[in-house]
């Protein structure tokens, strides 16, 4: 069965503070992919890596970085965190078409 | 105008009915499309991809108009499991992808 895994569910964090959202697929996809989800908004892609140490802006890729130093392991860096980053985040890998997300992390910034 | 656009709904219909969305998209030089179905608090999978010839599988068929940019979506029998949000997905270029902001289903008994 396909899997992508997101470190963390629930995260509370405080502005200014680093944070590190991590995601593992274990299906060999060359593609992953950061997304945000609010309300009224759908998905919105900040980040995309087609392959390990490669990357590409997404559609809001302000406050956020990216880091892909093995082909599983994609990870999304807020380096300091505002209330406006509140939101669902959802990793997603792909090979040949199809999405496969892990279940979201939802951070919640005071 | 968005890039996708769905209605938000929510549509709320009982055991049964057959239900149809809509999701219009404006760049014209898309090729394939996609739904996806996204359950409470849960991740979107994948419901069905959609060609030019339309997509049948059971009680939902996907369907596609180019001239007038939109793609549909049809669920006959509507079962209570159905109750979700529905995403429309329309590829970019390369591997980008737009989701629209998807449209709530309530299947009521």
């Known amino acids: 069965d396909v899997k992508v895994t997101q470190s963390s569910r629930y995260l509370v964090k405080r502005t200014g503070e680093k944070v590190f959202l991590e995601c593992v697929q274990d299906?060999?996809?060359?593609?992953m992919f950061w997304y945000r989800q609010d309300p009224g908004l759908g998905l919105r892609l900040i980040y995309f890596?087609?392959?390990?140490?490669?990357?590409e802006k997404g559609d809001i890729p302000e406050g956020y970085s990216v880091s892909r130093e093995k082909k599983e392991r994609f990870s999304l860096i807020l380096e300091s965190a505002s209330t406006n980053q509140t939101s669902m985040y959802l990793c997603?890998?792909?090979?040949?078409?199809?999405?496969?997300f892990g279940e979201g992390s939802r951070l919640t910034v005071l | 105008r968005k890039e996708v656009e769905q209605d938000p709904g929510p549509f709320n219909v009982p055991e049964g009915a057959t239900v149809a969305f809509n999701c219009t998209y404006s760049?014209?030089?898309?090729?394939?499309f996609f739904w996806y179905r996204q359950d409470c608090r849960k991740e979107p999978k994948l419901l069905m991809s959609v060609y030019s010839s339309g997509n049948e599988d059971g009680r939902f068929t996907a369907q596609l108009n180019r001239a007038s940019q939109y793609i549909s979506l049809l669920i006959r029998d509507s079962k209570l499991s159905d109750s979700a949000t529905y995403l429309c997905?329309?590829?970019?270029?390369?591997?980008?992808?737009?989701f629209g902001a998807g449209t709530r289903l309530f299947v009521k008994a």
């Open positions: 299906m060999d996809h060359e593609n």
């Open positions: 890596s087609y392959d390990v140490k490669m990357k």
């Open positions: 997603a890998s792909t090979g040949t078409g199809e999405l496969f």
């Open positions: 760049n014209s030089a898309s090729q394939s």
């Open positions: 997905v329309v590829p970019r270029g390369g591997f980008k992808t737009i």
